[in-house]
């Protein structure tokens, strides 16, 4: 292991080895890109793909120095939502191995949801179904003005189950009912007004651009104080603000002030230099 205050290297696995169907990108400065790669089906989900993100998703919980990573979809789409030959072997299946089929889903998208580093979602096309769900699952998304959202579920006679504790979170109830109950197709703009996604880009320069700054604007923070700052959200949305919690608080600071990233960069400020890890 190396040490993630005297090495800011990025350590991530070579995904390409593991499937074709997915590959990362990595930069010096702690940036991932995760590519779903499977343009000639416009990156539709089957099994095999959701393993393969599933699988990359968990490689990135213990690498060292990622600040940042990007989900995006070669070819100009993000993901149309379910394979087409996914679906009809599914067709005759029983409900428990139903159930399994959606418990891979289920842990794919809780993979990308607890990965430390900030994750966002670069949206061109399409993210219909499972590829709005994992839109909703990411901690921020950048998407094109041409792109288009969907939770068209119910017009198959099904409802998006598995990706609803995610879209019910970025969307609220009152929003995620309206979707969900009519399969309504939206725009990037109306993505944006309910939620979905946080800014909207005319050309892919743009969208680029801003992603390259999101990237800069990251580079001097620390990657094990990211994870934890994600943690603080996560683990207390919704808690009562009891003493319990105003204790948890206290020991989550305390933990990090004592940290060798904590001490780092405290004893950086102080000496009015930058930490090791932006150096």
């Known amino acids: 292991m190396t040490n993630p205050i005297a090495d800011p290297i990025v350590e991530v696995p070579d995904t390409d080895a593991m499937s074709p169907l997915v590959h990362m990108d990595s930069t010096p400065d702690g940036a991932v890109t995760v590519w779903i790669n499977r343009p000639e089906k416009k990156n539709a989900f089957d099994a095999a793909t959701i393993a393969a993100l599933r699988q990359t998703f968990e490689t990135l919980h213990g690498a060292e120095g990622v600040r940042v990573v990007f989900l995006r979809g070669v070819g100009g789409a993000f993901s149309a939502g379910?394979?087409?030959s996914w679906m009809a072997d599914a067709v005759d299946w029983d409900e428990d191995d139903n159930r399994q089929d959606a418990l891979e889903l289920a842990h794919m998208l809780k993979a990308?949801?607890?990965i430390p580093a900030l994750t966002v979602a670069l949206v061109e096309g399409p993210a219909f179904?499972?590829?709005a769900g994992l839109v909703a699952a990411c901690d921020h998304a950048?998407?094109?003005?041409?792109?288009?959202?969907a939770f068209s579920e119910v017009k198959l006679g099904l409802t998006p189950a598995t990706i609803s504790p995610y879209v019910i979170q970025a969307l609220g109830p009152r929003t995620a009912k309206l979707l969900f109950a009519t399969g309504r197709v939206f725009d990037a703009d109306d993505a944006?007004?309910?939620g979905l996604v946080d800014e909207v880009f005319e050309d892919v320069a743009s969208?680029?651009?801003?992603r390259d700054a999101l990237i800069a604007e990251m580079a001097p923070c620390a990657p094990g104080a990211i994870g934890d700052a994600k943690a603080l959200v996560n683990d207390f949305v919704g808690q009562k603000l009891d003493k319990g919690l105003i204790e948890e608080s206290a020991r989550r600071i305390a933990r990090r002030r004592v940290s060798p990233e904590g001490q780092e960069g405290v004893r950086a400020f102080l000496s009015r230099r930058?930490?090791?890890w932006s150096e």
């Open 112 to 114: 990308l949801h607890d």
């Open 129 to 131: 179904g499972g590829g």
């Open 207 to 210: 969208l680029e651009a801003a």
């Open 82 to 84: 379910a394979d087409l």
């Open 142 to 149: 950048l998407a094109l003005v041409e792109a288009k959202f």
């Open 192 to 194: 944006w007004g309910f």
């Open 274 to 276: 930058k930490p090791a």
